[in-house]
């Protein structure tokens, strides 16, 4: 099951850079939020492999600080490397490459995927922010609706306590 994710309202931090990469992973985020909002968690037929209420999401955050001046671009897995906890070594190449081109990244994900991204770009000058923070592990059963749409029901949030490794 996907981590419970929260989002993490990081634009006024951001809002400091002149340019920000967003990087996305499209599993735990995008089910914490089609929970959230009642809404499909994928939609084959009408997006494919995307969820509304996460591209939403992420096209508001994009836009608010574009709003405050920063240039921003979405760095996103392909449909191999959609999980950034997953991502091949040729994913996290082409992210490393990209970062460099960027004052500030904003990771849109778990803590895991923060780290992760953290630990890829450490060579470059970025400043890192995380985006979202974990509330627990999510419990939903995957109801099919026609035409081959897919949602999730909550039936709990196990909560995790997290120990900083020092």
């Given amino acids: 099951m996907p981590f419970y994710l929260k989002e993490v309202d990081v634009v006024p931090e951001v809002a400091k850079f002149q340019s920000a990469l967003i990087v996305i992973c499209r599993f735990c985020p995008a089910a914490s939020l089609a929970v959230r909002n009642q809404q499909p968690y994928l939609e084959f037929f009408r997006r494919f492999l995307k969820t509304e209420s996460w591209e939403q999401h992420v096209n508001n955050v994009r836009s608010r600080l574009e709003k405050e001046g920063v240039k921003t671009s979405v760095f996103k897995g392909n449909l191999l490397n959609f999980i950034i906890c997953m991502w091949t070594s040729g994913q996290r190449k082409k992210l490393l490459k990209r970062a460099s081109e960027y004052?500030?990244?904003?990771?849109?994900?778990?803590?895991?995927?923060?780290?992760?991204?953290?630990?890829?770009?450490?060579?470059?000058?970025?400043?890192v922010f995380q985006g979202m923070k974990s509330e627990g592990i999510l419990a939903a059963t995957p109801k099919f609706h026609l035409p081959f749409n897919i949602s999730l029901e909550l039936f709990g949030i196990t909560q995790i306590h997290q120990e900083k490794n020092e």
């Fill in 103 to 127: 004052e500030a990244v904003v990771v849109m994900g778990c803590e895991g995927a923060y780290e992760g991204v953290s630990n890829m770009i450490k060579s470059t000058d970025c400043q």
